[in-house]
């Protein structure tokens, strides 16, 4: 029964940047995409190709132009920005190419952050963080500023970030982009290993190998999915 | 989400940027500086002269030609008026008219300087009686004598001279016996006064005082007084005996219209009353003024959160991402500026306390007024008030121009 509505899906999602005619950009044609619980889908395609526009759609950051986007089965085009807040803090984990981690903040205020926009009480949040960042491996670091961490570390501290608050999908925008071959590899790996507990995974990536951790690939060419192909067999091993 | 967690994520922001802090919280600590301390000073002021007043003892009653002035342009009423004359002052002294009275002195006030040799001063010079500054307030003189009720009989030239015209005129020599110049007049020294600072609404040390009759017939060559200081007896209303002034100098002039009045009638009351008003009113229009310095440090708050706003795009961005609602944005941004203002508040405020007490000082030991301090907890009040209501006023804008950041632009924003 659970499983009958998708956690995601698209009627027809289209995104026109700019209102003029002559300066009107499509980013993103309509699709038609569905994505249930549970799924580890990796979303490729060249720059500019509106990869990055689909995701911030899913993760309720954009609105479409037009189109149906149905979250969990419910509708959002008329939540409001407090609700669509509360949904990207309770059932969206995001995970930046940058990492995007408060620079004065400590690791361990870092993944507190979304449990401070949640309703989870005050005195839990640390413990919540802690096992968070113990599932990244990251506890020798609690009390060290982004600053002093390499990229690998950054970028699972920002991995525990997404995962905090126990959310049903983890969006990722290119997490390996900024790191080298090997400690992509690390964290691709965190990441699959979150898949494997039953977070639904979607990422984005340009680099077909990170693709193939995923058990489906997405293309997308000039705003429209060409093609869609779910892969039996996952490669094991991360090499550029 | 819990109250405490935005105050404590504001302040580490804030500490972040300390010494940007406190350079933008100056503007704000100068103008809470200057309400509280013309608040405090306002009030302070405002008790010396009541307590001068009230010092006068509450059985005077003073008669003024002319009525009551309005505003500064009506002085003129007052000051030319020449209703009071000495029928005036024999009708008051009638019992059967008013009975509560014990003594009805008028008083004329000189223009002009006093000289000695070559040496010339410009003192308040005032026609008297000689038991006027006994009767009041106590003082003898420390040197000679006053001129008695004879010499005002005779229109004697005598006077009586304070210690700073004393000062002025003979410098360490004495003074008693030699003939000093008024308006032309060759007059005597009798007496000098002992250094009695501020008495009442005047400095004594700058008073000269001669027989009124002497003031007015040979000195001004008027018929007229420019006041009546009548004392009451101390049991007597005075706001009764004042009534009784009325009726008489009504029926001597004929006037049955109350608002025809050629004369008016001031009792302590009435100056406390109009004290009060006067400092209300300088007080409020000082506090304005020193509200634009507030304004001013207002603006600069402004600036740097806007600074700050921009700074943080990213933050913004991320805080949306992971679920912060626009209100969350705005309160977070909100809450730096009023931290920031209050902080200016009360750091302005402690200042302003720490200054009020040093004027205090300086005034009683240099000028020796005793200079009342006060530290209305209204003036606090309103300090800290003001200071949260600017930075409520002035983050209002920043936090308004983060809270509607774009999620995505703002996580873009290079």
Redesign the interface.
């Known amino acids: 029964m659970k499983n009958k509505i998708p956690l995601i899906q698209t009627l027809g999602l289209t995104k026109i940047y700019g209102g003029a005619e002559e300066t009107k950009t499509v980013a993103l044609k309509n699709i038609n995409l569905t994505v249930n619980d549970g799924e580890f889908i990796s979303i490729i395609g060249p720059s500019g190709s509106g990869k990055s526009t689909l995701l911030h759609m899913i993760g309720l950051l954009d609105h479409p132009t037009s189109g149906q986007y149905l979250f969990a089965g419910q509708e959002t085009e008329h939540l409001s920005d407090a609700k669509l807040a509360h949904l990207r803090n309770q059932l969206i984990g995001f995970i930046f190419q940058s990492f995007h981690l408060l620079p004065r903040a400590t690791v361990l205020e870092n993944v507190m952050l979304p449990l401070y926009y949640s309703q989870l009480p005050a005195k839990k949040h640390k413990e919540r963080a802690l096992s968070a960042i113990q599932e990244v491996g990251m506890t020798y670091r609690l009390a060290h500023k982004p600053s002093q961490l390499s990229g690998g570390e950054k970028q699972r501290v920002a991995i525990a970030r997404a995962l905090v608050n126990r959310p049903k999908v983890i969006l990722a925008d290119e997490p390996t982009g900024n790191l080298d071959s090997q400690t992509g590899s690390v964290v691709l790996e965190t990441i699959d290993s979150l898949h494997k507990q039953g977070h639904t995974i979607i990422i984005i990536t340009h680099e077909t190998p990170t693709a193939q951790y995923a058990s489906r690939v997405i293309t997308i060419l000039d705003g429209q999915i060409s093609s869609d192909q779910a892969i039996s067999s996952k490669h094991k091993h991360y090499s550029k | 989400?819990?109250a405490?967690?935005p105050i404590k994520e504001s302040f580490?922001?804030l500490k972040?940027n300390l010494g940007r802090s406190l350079l933008t919280i100056l503007g704000v600590v100068i103008g809470i500086v200057a309400v509280v301390l013309v608040i405090a000073m306002g009030q302070g002021a405002k008790l010396l002269i009541l307590n001068e007043v009230e010092s006068f003892g509450s059985n005077m009653v003073i008669v003024r030609p002319g009525r009551q002035p309005e505003g500064p342009a009506d002085l003129a009423n007052t000051l030319f008026g020449e209703s009071i004359t000495d029928r005036e002052v024999k009708a008051l002294q009638r019992p059967e008219n008013v009975p509560d009275i014990v003594s009805v002195e008028p008083a004329v006030i000189v223009s002009g300087s006093i000289s000695y040799q070559d040496n010339v001063y410009r003192p308040v010079i005032f026609g008297w009686t000689s038991t006027g500054l006994t009767d009041f307030f106590n003082i003898y003189p420390e040197e000679g004598a006053y001129f008695t009720d004879e010499d005002t009989r005779q229109r004697a030239k005598v006077v009586v001279l304070g210690h700073q015209v004393k000062q002025e005129l003979f410098g360490d020599g004495s003074a008693v016996g030699k003939l000093v110049k008024i308006r032309g007049h060759n007059i005597r020294v009798t007496g000098i006064l002992p250094k009695s600072g501020q008495v009442s609404s005047f400095n004594v040390d700058e008073i000269v005082i001669l027989p009124y009759t002497t003031a007015q017939k040979d000195l001004m060559g008027i018929n007229h007084y420019h006041e009546v200081i009548i004392r009451t007896k101390t049991d007597a209303d005075p706001e009764l005996v004042a009534s009784d002034i009325r009726s008489t100098l009504r029926d001597l002039h004929n006037i049955t219209d109350s608002t025809k009045d050629d004369f008016f009638v001031v009792t302590q009351e009435d100056m406390i009353d109009s004290i009060s008003t006067i400092s209300t009113i300088l007080t409020v229009f000082l506090v304005a003024i020193a509200s634009i310095s507030l304004m001013v440090g207002g603006v600069g708050i402004m600036n740097i959160m806007l600074v700050s706003v921009t700074e943080r795009t990213?933050?913004i961005?991320?805080?949306?991402?992971?679920?912060?609602?626009?209100?969350?944005i705005m309160r977070q941004f909100l809450l730096e500026s009023i931290i920031l203002t209050l902080s200016g508040g009360a750091i302005g405020t402690t200042l302003a306390i720490a200054l009020s007490f040093i004027i205090t000082i300086i005034l009683r030991n240099q000028y020796n007024l005793n200079w009342p301090l006060r530290l209305p907890l209204g003036a606090i009040l309103l300090g800290v008030g003001m200071a949260t209501a600017v930075g409520l006023i002035f983050g209002l804008y920043p936090a308004h121009q983060a809270a509607k950041k774009d999620?995505?632009e703002a996580?873009r924003y290079e």
């Open positions: 989400m819990s405490l967690l580490r922001s972040t990213h933050e961005g991320l805080r949306k991402a992971v679920g912060a609602t626009n209100k969350n999620p995505i996580l």
